[in-house]
């Protein structure tokens, strides 16, 4: 069994309710991160977990709200935990630079720590792979493996196929339909995916706003994808605009002519069980 909790379901718009994009799945005794936005420790807490017991991270990419609080998983981690141990970070080329400006950005906080904290040694040990398409990692019986998206500009960006005891969910981040999505996707139990409601947005005279339209998934695409893919179930996150309370059924509406498998719209901490 995999376990998948939205831990973050936001956007980079504020919003009280929703902590930003980030997903835990539990597998094979394994605990794994993917992405890190705003709020993630809190929502960790609220799941029963903690930065002391993620055994990886997983970025899909370098985007401000899927990474603005690396910084806090890294210190957290590290005040918490009393044998040293690294953070385990994966993520595309530019994850050793992010992780070097945060750790550069946290030397007044080291050094006060370090000299207050016998017990204590700074800097934070943060243990970096950037990775790219194909094998990342093999955690036990837990086997992760990478492909690239399309979220241009910004790239590289990838998804993570995770796989444990026959089962396999994949956990996309921003990104409009790929080939090579569709291929990591294949049999998955599960796709785990953002999806924005371009239908809505489409009428908002702004062009700040018009220009997300063309690099993530609407959500009727991310429900043809998963129904390309022959995915059991459709877990959609990462919502633009907010879903106000009630309106839940608007989208499924707009997912139900693509995919008729089951779909997961949910707020911050919604676990889901596959296999």
């Known amino acids: 069994?995999?376990?998948?909790?939205?831990?973050?379901?936001?956007?980079?718009?504020?919003?009280?309710?929703?902590?930003?994009?980030?997903?835990?799945?539990?597998?094979?005794?394994?605990?794994?991160?993917?992405?890190?936005?705003?709020?993630?420790?809190?929502?960790?807490?609220?799941?029963?977990?903690?930065?002391?017991?993620?055994?990886?991270?997983?970025?899909?990419?370098?985007?401000?709200?899927?990474?603005?609080?690396?910084?806090?998983?890294?210190?957290?981690?590290?005040?918490?935990?009393?044998?040293?141990?690294?953070?385990?970070?994966?993520?595309?080329?530019?994850?050793?630079?992010?992780?070097?400006?945060?750790?550069?950005?946290?030397?007044?906080?080291?050094?006060?720590?370090?000299?207050?904290?016998?017990?204590?040694?700074?800097?934070?040990?943060?243990?970096?792979?950037?990775?790219?398409?194909?094998?990342?990692?093999?955690?036990?019986?837990?086997?992760?493996?990478?492909?690239?998206?399309?979220?241009?500009?910004?790239?590289?960006?990838?998804?993570?196929?995770i796989e444990h005891d026959g089962h396999a969910v994949v956990v996309a981040g921003d990104t409009v339909p790929c080939e090579t999505l569709d291929e990591l996707c294949a049999g998955a139990d599960a796709l785990v995916i953002t999806a924005i409601r371009k239908d809505v947005l489409k009428s908002v005279p702004m062009q700040r706003v018009q220009d997300i339209l063309d690099y993530h998934s609407s959500v009727e695409e991310a429900a043809q994808t998963a129904a390309r893919a022959g995915v059991g179930t459709l877990v959609l996150t990462h919502y633009v605009p907010a879903i106000v309370p009630g309106t839940e059924d608007e989208w499924r509406q707009l997912v139900a002519p693509h995919f008729s498998g089951r779909v997961v719209i949910g707020d911050d901490l919604t676990r889901v069980e596959i296999g």
């Open 1 to 161: 069994m995999i376990e998948v909790v939205l831990l973050g379901t936001g956007s980079p718009l504020p919003d009280p309710n929703r902590a930003g994009p980030a997903t835990l799945v539990r597998a094979g005794g394994k605990t794994l991160l993917v992405d890190a936005g705003r709020g993630v420790v809190m929502r960790l807490a609220g799941a029963g977990s903690g930065p002391n017991q993620v055994d990886q991270v997983l970025l899909t990419h370098l985007h401000s709200d899927h990474v603005t609080d690396v910084g806090d998983l890294i210190t957290t981690r590290w005040i918490t935990t009393f044998v040293p141990s690294p953070l385990n970070v994966v993520g595309p080329e530019g994850t050793a630079d992010l992780v070097d400006g945060i750790l550069d950005s946290l030397t007044a906080d080291i050094g006060y720590r370090s000299t207050h904290h016998v017990d204590l040694e700074g800097p934070p040990p943060v243990d970096v792979h950037e990775a790219g398409p194909g094998p990342v990692l093999e955690l036990g019986e837990v086997v992760v493996r990478a492909a690239a998206t399309d979220h241009r500009p910004v790239e590289p960006t990838l998804a993570y196929r």
